[in-house]
Every structure is written in structure tokens, then in C-alpha cells.
């Protein structure tokens, strides 16, 4: 079964956009995944095709209308009715690689990207919306993060990436760790040299190596990460001391 995207949008000129270069236009153009962005403005009803109004209570901005939004997702969840419905936002939970993955390995999402002060509460309630965001930032509009959203999920669909192990090795990686510093040619540049250990042939030292800038780079960087990986492995016999593996 193609894995499937429906992207709600008041810019449906947007998309593909960078999702139709690289792997992940490679991957629409051979059939991978399939993408459709639905205008939200076709599902107005007067003859402006207006999708916003005044919010309630005053304030700054205009809010999205959940009748026009609602008639939207209808539509979207009619043709996937199994699909994840997300709304992106800044105030949903912070997307990552395991929501990624997880999303990655269903039939497909319906991401709704709001405008202006965002969309009516109500039909976030009455859809089931999950609300999600890409980042403690504000954008414009949910076009960019859905496009981020898009771009992490369809690299790990069957087929995308030439190397299966990339995905394992990465950053966020099941570890929860960041990855380790790559090298290539040339041997020298600018002064600076390769590792020898990169050098040297060796897989096992080589893997040793890597794993210990991994945890190094987790830790200085991102103790967030750092304690979620020591208390992930805490009953495997991994090390409590907050310090990397021995280089």
C-alpha cells in the first residue's frame, strides 16, 4: 500500500516544493508515497471564498472558520479514513524521530496547516485533531513544518534510502544519541587531519570511536538527550555515570 499525504493548505502551490527533488521526489515520482495538497479555499461557501473571521473576545489577527475547515478535512478523511490527523502548530507536542517513525510506519497523515492566529478550537476537538509542533518557533504558516514533517517521515519509508543502516545510525536514532563527526578525502585539509583511527582499518576500534564521540556530542549538547539515553538503558547494564564511553 502507497503511504499517502494530504496537505491542508491556503498555499497548495507550495508542494511539492523541495519534496519533489532528492530522495523524496524520487521516491513520489516512482510511486513510494503519494502527495495531495487540498486548497482550503475551495471548501468556502460565499463568493469571496473567505476561510477566517474576527476571534471572539477580541484581539489582534483573524482565527480560521471551523465550517470551512471542517468541510476540508471531511473531504481528506473521506479518501484516508485511517490516516493520522495532525494540525500543525506551535503550541502541539514537539514533533521528533520516534513520532516520526511511528508516522513513517502507518498508511499515511492528513496535516492541516494553519494561518493567521491559528485555527477554530472546536474543530480541532471534533476532528481529534493531534496537534504538533515542529519547533519553538512561530512561523507563518504550517506549510514549512509540514514539509519538514513530510521530508522525515518519507526517508524511511521501504525503498527511499539506498543504505538501510543510515536511518539506525543517525541522529535521534533508536540509541536516542546524536551522530558522530563524518571525514572524508582529502587526508589533510587546511592543517587539520583525519582521526587515525579512521585510518586504521580497524572496524572495531572504528566503532568504538564513533560510539564515543556519539555519546561525547549527546552529552555536551544535549543533556536532555544525554539522560534519556542513560535511563533508557539503566536496566541493560549501561553506564550510570554520565560520562561517554572510553575513547
Known amino acids: 500500500m502507497t503511504w499517502r499525504a494530504s496537505v491542508l493548505t491556503l498555499f497548495p502551490e507550495m508542494f511539492p516544493g523541495p519534496l519533489g527533488l532528492s530522495l523524496a521526489g524520487k521516491a513520489l515520482r516512482d510511486g513510494r508515497w503519494a502527495l495531495e495538497a487540498l486548497d482550503i479555499r475551495g471548501f468556502a461557501t ?19 472558520r471551523p465550517d470551512v475547515v471542517d468541510a476540508a478535512l471531511g473531504a481528506a478523511i473521506a ?38 492566529e491559528g485555527v477554530d478550537q472546536r474543530v480541532i476537538e471534533a476532528r481529534e485533531l493531534e496537534e504538533v509542533s515542529a519547533g519553538d518557533v512561530v512561523l507563518s504558516g504550517g506549510e514549512v513544518a509540514a514539509i519538514l514533517l513530510l ?36 587526508a589533510e585539509w587546511q592543517g587539520r587531519t583525519v582521526p587515525e583511527v579512521l585510518l586504521s582499518g580497524h572496524h572495531a576500534e ?33 553506564r550510570l555515570d554520565g560520562q561517554p564511553a572510553a575513547a
Request: with cysteine; net charge positive; aromatic share 6%.
Open 206 to 238: 572504528v566503532a568504538k570511536w564513533r560510539r564515543a564521540r556519539a555519546e561525547e556530542a549527546t552529552r555536551t549538547r544535549r543533556p536532555d538527550l544525554w539522560a534519556k539515553h542513560l535511563n533508557r538503558n539503566a536496566g541493560e547494564g549501561g
Open 46 to 64: 460565499d463568493r469571496h471564498r473567505s476561510v477566517d473571521d474576527t476571534p471572539f473576545g477580541g484581539g489582534a489577527g483573524m482565527v480560521m
Open 79 to 116: 479518501a484516508q479514513p485511517a490516516a493520522r490527523r495532525i494540525y500543525l502548530t506551535p503550541r502541539g507536542r514537539l514533533l521528533d524521530q520516534a513520532l516520526v517513525r511511528e508516522l513513517a510506519a502507518g498508511p499515511g497523515v492528513i496535516l492541516l496547516c494553519g494561518r493567521y
Open 151 to 186: 521530508d522525515a517521515c518519507v526517508r524511511l519509508l521501504p525503498g527511499v534510502m539506498g543504505a538501510a543502516d543510515s536511518a539506525t545510525e543517525e541522529s535521534h536514532g533508536p540509541e536516542g544519541l546524536l551522530e558522530y563527526p563524518h571525514y572524508t578525502r582529502p
